[in-house]
């Protein structure tokens, strides 16, 4: 079944799956997350929700490793650019309060931004598909990020590069800017400050008691301390401006009042059915192909199922949320620490769903994978290496670290924790087994050595 609007339309008008996670196992859980997470290092949060019944919620690891601090499921973190789902979610209310449309463009809330300002709509925005240029790079973590402004026009304006990578519509590109003009354009739309719509409209609405939008310097309770690698060592995660991060990332919350935000988006207390389905419906680019990003969301097929999806990854704080609207299932990971080599939360989060859903994962053998491990040659130049472990298989580029690939079919999988995919086939003119490696709408072929 492929992934459609139509799709979406008829699981939000039916009663959702009759899939039964009595095979959830806690301590299949329990296995991932201690090979993972050490007692004495930085923690990690799981928690997992079906049809308002709460499945497994577990903290792991420390919330302070200095003062011995235990995690616990109470505790906060900044979920990164896991924001952006509570921005575009604002900008789909305003829309349906005849605030604003997605039609209207850039240069109308913010005139002379950028050359493509008139072009750039509001839909580019939410869709990462404007071509402007994100500001947020290994510099700017290491100098501008420190930096204080007064308004989120300043920071606009301050970082402001009229770069324009493509035209708007024409690909998508994850960028930052996005969505720090997006919580521009709502206190434009709304006569309110960012923080005091999300407060009003989202937080208060779902009774999110424990979810912030901070000023700086505020103190959040229960916020677990952040942390980064450096030089191989766990230190504390580098000071930044949460001023420059809204709209884009700094919301702060537990994963208690998480779900409560997926119970509100299911049950309409936040858009429409008919505006989430849009938002979790891949946008559709200037030449007809579909990304793998809606408005806030990723919309992706998983393990046979309709899965929406996002992560973020910020000054010490990693979060990773994925729900399945078919069966009315949640899940969540969040961790304190930044960095993907101490703790990876999206590889975390798949290999919880795939346990739940093994049954949707292809039997495969050692004789068939042998088939496609090699060296292949790729069209644009570069070269990839498959090879495997076990019933695992791995690719890896020129000079980069290996990924680990999980099965869809056997003959299609996808990079466990990004929403890139792999195909294998036999050429029926040659008999060489060949490679399509694709991100959206990119892909290139190849073949074996």
């Given amino acids: 079944m492929k992934f459609t609007f139509k799709t979406l339309f008829v699981i939000f008008f039916t009663f959702y799956g009759i899939y039964g996670f009595s095979q959830v196992k806690n301590e299949q859980i329990d296995s991932i997350l201690n090979n993972t997470v050490k007692s004495d290092g930085p923690g990690a949060i799981i928690f997992i929700k079906q049809k308002g019944k709460v499945l497994y919620q577990k903290a792991f690891g420390k919330a302070n490793i200095e003062n011995k601090v235990d995690m616990s499921t109470k505790n906060a973190f900044n979920i990164g650019s896991v924001s952006k789902e509570f921005t575009a979610m604002s900008v789909l209310q305003l829309l349906e309060k005849g605030k604003l449309s997605l039609e209207d463009n850039v240069n109308s809330y913010l005139p002379n931004y950028s050359k493509n300002g008139d072009k750039i709509k509001i839909k580019h925005l939410l869709s990462h598909t404007s071509g402007l ?41 994850y960028c930052n800017m996005n969505f720090n003009l997006l919580a521009y354009i709502i206190e434009k739309a709304s006569g309110m400050e960012y923080t005091d719509y999300v407060n009003e409209n989202i937080f208060r609405p779902l009774g999110m008691t424990n979810s912030y ?35 884009s990332s700094s919301i702060h919350t537990t994963v208690e009042d998480l779900s409560k935000w997926y119970e509100g988006l299911m049950n309409s207390k936040v858009i429409s059915r008919e505006n989430l389905i849009k ?70 989060i798949f290999d919880i769903a795939s346990s739940i859903y093994k049954s949707e994962i292809p039997k495969l053998t050692t004789v068939l994978l042998d088939t496609y491990v090699g060296t292949y040659l790729i069209e644009k130049g570069f070269k990839v290496k498959i090879f495997r472990k076990g019933l695992v298989l791995f690719n890896e580029f020129d000079g980069q670290s290996a990924v680990e690939l999980a099965a869809e079919t056997k003959t299609k999988f996808r990079v466990k924790d990004f929403p890139a995919k792999v195909e294998f086939y036999q050429s029926s003119e040659d008999g060489r087994m060949r490679i399509i490696l694709s991100n959206g709408r990119e892909k290139y072929e190849g073949i074996k050595e």
């Fill in 213 to 247: 939008i901070p000023s700086e310097g505020q103190l959040i309770p229960n916020l677990a301390t952040g942390y980064e690698l450096k030089n191989n060592e766990i230190v504390y995660a580098r000071y930044h401006s949460i001023n420059q991060t809204r709209g």
């Fill in 279 to 348: 938002a979790w419906t891949p946008f559709t680019l200037n030449n007809g192909e579909k990304s793998t990003y809606g408005y806030g969301f990723y919309s992706d097929r998983k393990f046979n199922k309709t899965s929406i999806f996002h992560n973020g990854f910020i000054f010490g704080y990693s979060t990773s949320d994925m729900y399945f609207p078919e069966d009315d299932l949640l899940i969540l990971v969040v961790s304190n620490i930044s960095d993907i080599n101490v703790i990876n939360t999206n590889t975390i």
């Fill in 133 to 173: 240029k994100s500001h947020t790079d290994t510099i700017w973590a290491n100098t501008d990020a420190r930096k204080y402004f007064d308004s989120s026009k300043d920071v606009l304006n301050y970082f402001k590069n009229d770069i324009v990578q493509f035209e708007a519509g024409e690909n998508h590109e």
